[in-house]
């Protein structure tokens, strides 16, 4: 960590799995405690070239808005940036009350199929952490972003649903509920949608609790412990959704014998290139409910659509087996997405790793290190515990005005000291 607040933390974008992660969690952390960062040599191990794709500047440009963040290098392609937040400033678009509630909206617009989810991940603990409604009245933000909602290596809007948003909800942060308004995709003809988020900030004052998602293996067999039920969504094209239903059903009786799978969504894709399967595995232990979700955007070029949708079950009905046979309460695409809550809550936290990839997949390593740097929080590896900052909802509101009282107390003591002119 740097020595002063003033001094910006440096952060080679090299790290690790040196992409886009490492950036949207430095700005992230960044924008919530007001630690400055500089980032250099961005997505430096990404083959294309690296630099800022136009996603991160969607972010960093929400994200400095949000918090009157100085910047420097904020452009496409850009390989180096620095991010110094400063007050508050105005995150949200307009205003409503209903009755004693206060809704305020926020919508962020990408020209592109950036993915939605993934500049969800970059805001969330803002608007969850720094977003106080200034008032007695309780808030809700309505947040829309417009942009991929089925893009390839990130989450789609069925993995947000129906995972990631339930885990949140299960580690103590108050519910989120999301709808689609329209599919964006970034297969089969790049073309824009949208989605929409209602969510309840923290209480000012209020910090994260510590939770815990530990092993969901059952230590006496090789198998999972209370698997209750599989879901499974399809969307593809009409002459493919029937092979895939068939396969992942057989494929889902063969791996999960006696674990009743309900198709749960089937939709035409209306493309023949958009492939996407996601399958969800309903868990439960001492620590609650949980749920392990493996999806594919199919990705490989279809010559020969039969192949194609076996492949697509195949993998990803695999490593959904991985997932639940390695005892991890989380799967491997929410560990990550956890760590910036483990390090902000209050006291020990913890998501036990699987058997199959103990120190967690390489974003998880990068975002563990992101963290570690800007707020020195340590994690264990073995058990997936940290300690952590314990930071209190609504604080960066409080820092314009401990500043005034600052001034006001040094105005105080000059006013009292009789100096000769």
């Known amino acids: 960590m740097s020595s002063s607040l003033s001094d910006p933390i ?8 040196g992409g886009g992660q490492l950036v949207r969690l430095a700005l992230c952390l960044s924008s919530i405690t007001g630690i400055p960062i500089h980032i250099t040599n961005i997505r430096g191990r990404r083959p294309a070239g690296g630099g800022l794709k136009a996603q991160h500047v ?5 994200l400095a808005r949000a918090c009157d963040a100085k910047v420097e290098g904020l452009e496409k392609g850009s390989r180096e940036l620095t991010f110094s937040p400063g007050n508050d400033g105005r ?51 309505h947040l829309e ?41 970034s297969v089969g003809g790049q073309k824009t949608g949208g989605m929409t988020f209602l969510i309840t900030p923290l209480a000012e ?10 092993s969901n293996k059952n230590p006496e067999h090789d198998t999972p412990m209370a698997i209750d039920k ?17 396969e992942t059903r057989d494929l889902l009786a063969q791996t999960f014998p006696d674990v009743p799978a309900e198709i749960i969504l089937d939709e035409d894709s209306q493309h023949a290139k958009r492939l996407y399967l996601l399958v969800v595995a309903h868990a439960s232990n001492a620590d609650g409910r949980h749920r392990l979700g493996r999806d594919w955007l199919y990705d490989r070029k279809i010559t020969n659509v039969p192949v194609a949708t076996k492949d697509l079950v195949h993998t990803v009905v695999g490593q ?90 040094v105005a105080e003591t000059v006013d009292g000291l009789h100096l000769r002119p």
């Open 10 to 17: 440096h952060l080679p974008g090299n790290t690790l799995e």
């Open 58 to 62: 969607t972010c960093a440009k929400w």
């Open 91 to 141: 995150w949200f678009d307009k205003e409503t009350r209903t009755g004693n509630r206060i809704i305020r909206y926020v919508r962020i617009s990408q020209s592109s199929t950036g993915s939605i989810g993934l500049v969800l991940q970059a805001i969330l603990p803002f608007l969850l952490l720094s977003s106080p409604s200034g008032t007695s009245y309780p808030m809700t933000i």
């Open 145 to 185: 972003i417009i942009g991929g909602t089925n893009v390839s290596h990130s989450p789609s809007y069925e993995y947000i649903s129906q995972v990631l948003l339930p885990a949140l909800e299960n580690i103590g942060i108050p519910p989120i509920s999301t709808s689609l308004q329209s599919r964006g995709w």
């Open 205 to 214: 004052g209020a910090c994260l609790s510590p939770f815990s998602l530990t």
């Open 230 to 246: 599989i879901e499974i969504s399809i969307i593809a094209p009409r002459e493919a959704r029937k092979l895939i239903r068939r």
């Open 320 to 409: 959904l087996s991985v997932e639940v046979y390695s005892g991890s309460s989380a799967d491997e695409y929410l560990q990550d997405q956890l760590i910036v809550f483990q390090a902000l809550a209050r006291g020990k936290t913890v998501v036990t790793p699987g058997t199959e990839k103990k120190k967690g997949s390489l974003h998880a390593q990068t975002a563990r290190w992101v963290a570690s740097e800007m707020l020195g929080v340590t994690f264990d590896e073995e058990d997936g515990s940290c300690v952590g900052v314990g930071y209190v909802a609504g604080s960066r509101s409080k820092r314009e005005e401990n500043q005034k009282e600052n001034l006001d107390d």
